[in-house]
């Protein structure tokens, strides 16, 4: 099957894909933007969160062919900004793994919420596993993106 | 693997009539899950997204009629004050990233015990729309599930929607499980007090082979409670109603609970749904 969507602006296309891989597996490999990445292929951890048609899905649970004409932000599609530098500014960053999905996760939170509360914050996060920094850090991070 | 994209309900219709054997996929959290690990391979999916007929909801009459491919989260914020318990329950599915795929329809297509959106629509009498080239017709909720993952969707059929009543205030949901987020019910439960028609209704989930409503717990409180008064509910109303609940359901033990605990904590939850609906019904 040959795949046409819009991946960061840019109209893409894929051939020779099997319609029931995941988006996930599109982006990583055959078009060559591994920054959303893959950890349970199973819409636990959020480490795959890309926006879809604005909205932030699972890579990994949007079926190759149901992205056809459709507009798709991944991480490497978001300007280098508060969100990103607040993460390494608050150390909310050890091996990195979780950090693309919680990138994208928290770009939507504030675009949504100026100034989210602190539940308001883990509810947005609860769909992103992070198994290094114990998310201390990372409500730092989301609490000075915010400021 | 055949992909099929219908644009339109009459298509998706003809397209499964045309390839009964072709696995419907709305916000793919249930599908996705089984073909990323191998579990199904099924020779065509059909992809429902394109339908814009499936997301859409509005009145007719005193009914609301909810499109099988409404999100969680559209659920939340459009009808979050028409469907409390509705929205309740679709609060605590997944998380953000979840909710904003998976839709109502699916969870009836999957017909897990577990489903979130089972009980309340248990709880408030909801009818689920079925179609096919043959027609449509109307299922009421309690007699769609025939088994754990089994309804009666036959293989030409896809579901339209489901129709429900606006609750005024007295519908409560509360679910069983070891974090607020991401997690499948250990056991579940939905209520809906009606006060104007005097009515109860109730929904199990996760603790049965379908979810299941307590007919005898509904016919005991309907005829227990005193509607016209102000006062709270006799504890000893809410205790057999409590039992009740928990006698209606058959849980067994497994992973994420003991059967004894799923009937201890339906009786738990039973009651203070009961409080918490019969306050916010007054
Ligand atoms: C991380 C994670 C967390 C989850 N948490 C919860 C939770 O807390 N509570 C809960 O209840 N569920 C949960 N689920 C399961 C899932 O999200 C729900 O069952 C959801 O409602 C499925 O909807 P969907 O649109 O994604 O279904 P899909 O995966 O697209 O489809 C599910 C099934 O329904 C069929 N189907 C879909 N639409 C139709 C239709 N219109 N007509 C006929 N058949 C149809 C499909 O063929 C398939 O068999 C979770 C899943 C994941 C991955
Ligand atoms: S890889 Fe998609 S949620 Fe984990
Ligand atoms: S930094 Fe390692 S998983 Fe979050």
Not at chain 2, 102 to 127: F, I, K, Q, Y
Not at chain 2, 129 to 135: F, H, K, N, T, Y
Not at chain 2, 237 to 264: K, M, N, S, W
Request: charged share 20%.
């Amino acid at each position: 099957m040959r795949l046409n969507c819009t991946v960061n602006g840019e109209k893409r296309q894929a051939d020779d894909v099997w319609p029931g891989e995941s988006l996930l597996y599109v982006l990583r490999e055959r078009l060559g933007l591994p920054g959303s990445k893959n950890a349970c292929e199973q819409g636990e951890c959020g480490s795959c969160t890309v926006y879809l048609d604005g909205t932030p899905v699972c890579s990994c649970l949007v079926a190759a062919g149901q992205a056809e004409g459709r507009a798709v932000v991944t991480v490497e599609g978001l300007e280098f900004g508060r969100v990103q530098e607040a993460f390494l500014a608050a150390g909310a960053v050890q091996c990195g793994f979780c950090t693309p999905g919680l990138v994208v996760a928290v770009h939507d939170l504030l675009a949504r919420a100026d100034k989210p509360s602190d539940p308001d914050i883990r509810e947005a996060l609860a769909g992103n596993l992070c198994r290094c920094t114990g998310y201390e850090k990372i409500l730092d991070a989301v609490r000075l993106a915010a400021q | 693997m055949d992909f099929l994209r219908p644009s339109t309900w009459e298509e998706a219709l003809a397209a499964k009539a045309a390839h009964p054997e072709a696995v419907p996929i709305a916000g793919g959290t249930d599908v996705m899950v089984e073909l990323n690990f191998d579990r199904r391979r099924p020779p065509a999916l059909l992809d429902l997204t394109r339908v814009a007929a499936l997301t859409e909801w509005g009145g007719d009459g005193d009914l609301l009629r909810v499109g099988a491919g409404v999100p969680y989260r559209r659920i939340i914020e459009e009808l979050g004050g028409r469907l409390p318990g509705l929205a309740m329950a679709a609060r605590t599915v997944g998380s953000p990233q979840i909710r904003n795929r998976g839709t109502v329809g699916g969870n009836l297509g999957s017909a897990s015990p577990a489903g979130d959106a089972h009980p309340p629509l248990l709880a408030a009498g909801a009818e689920i729309e079925l179609a096919s080239v043959r027609g449509v017709r109307r299922v009421p909720v309690d007699e769609f599930f025939t088994g754990p993952k089994r309804s009666v969707l036959a293989p030409d059929e896809l579901i339209a929607a489901f129709w429900m009543r606006p609750a005024r205030t007295g519908d409560q949901f509360a679910k069983i499980g070891t974090r607020n987020a991401m997690v499948i019910a250990v056991c579940s439960f939905a209520l809906t007090l009606d006060r104007e028609r005097r009515t109860v209704g109730t929904g199990i989930g996760s603790a049965a082979p379908t979810p299941v409503r307590a007919p005898a717990a509904e016919a005991f409180l309907a005829a227990s409670l005193d509607w016209d008064s102000p006062g709270a509910v006799p504890p000893a109303v809410a205790a057999e109603f409590g039992r009740l609940v928990a006698a209606a359901a058959a849980p067994i033990d497994d992973v994420r609970g003991t059967a004894a605990y799923r009937r201890h904590a339906l009786s738990v939850l039973a009651r203070r749904t009961l409080t918490w609906a019969w306050e916010g019904s007054r």
